[in-house]
């Protein structure tokens, strides 16, 4: 009798440490939790980084960054960073109506652009209170997807080559780590260049 009382024993305390034990969390549960709440930046370690790679790929830099001329050629004067065209800088020197009655598009160093809808100039995509510096992220996100001048309801539709370019189609968190980015470049006092209506449109 004792012993199969002692026996009976042993197995309630033997289930209860397995109950006991099945209830807990195992530790190897632990990372992969931790890893599902930790923010995707396009597989980079932080937010900038993924803006910095999505701005280099989608070529920003081709139309907003200054030229300067070098031994093979233009190339992108890195000390003006996406600070848009230079606002004492003039637009190229071309016969606009001979340009626009032909359908034709001129570039002198891709952040000054003629054709039929007339001058329109890259933006400065600086923090510079000149730039984006007074942006808020929704602002931008607004411009971006909606082809809207400085991301205001009301303001002038943003122009070609801009309105044309396929960053339109990023997802909102894509646009978010752009701005991120950009709001980290140095400051370049430059009035963005307002556009100028085509030389044939009718008064």
């Not at 032909?102 to 003629?114: E, M, S």
């Not at 082809?147 to 002038?156: M, T």
């Amino acid at each position: 009798m004792r012993k199969s009382y002692f026996i009976s024993l042993m197995g309630l305390a033997f289930a209860a440490i397995c109950l006991y034990g099945c209830s807990e969390k195992k530790p190897a549960e632990l990372p992969a939790a931790e890893a599902m709440e930790k923010p995707n930046f396009g597989g980079y370690e932080t937010q900038v980084l993924w803006g910095e790679h999505l701005v280099t790929i989608a070529g920003c830099g081709d139309c907003h960054t200054p030229k300067k001329m070098t031994p093979m050629g233009p190339a992108d004067d890195s000390t003006l960073l996406l600070s848009g065209h230079p606002e004492n800088l003039p637009a190229p020197d071309v016969d606009r109506k001979q340009t626009e009655s032909k359908g034709l598009v001129v570039t002198a160093d891709f952040t000054a652009w003629i054709g039929p809808w007339g001058i329109t100039y890259s933006a400065n995509l600086t923090p510079d209170e000149t730039g984006i510096g007074n942006w808020t992220e929704e602002q931008f996100i607004y411009a971006i997807k909606n082809s809207i001048s400085k991301g205001l309801p009301g303001s002038r539709p943003l122009m070609p080559p801009m309105s044309m370019m396929p960053v339109k189609h990023m997802t909102v968190d894509e646009l978010k780590a752009v701005f991120a980015f950009l709001k980290t470049l140095k400051p370049i006092k430059n009035v963005s260049v307002q556009p100028t209506p085509p030389a044939l449109a009718r008064k």
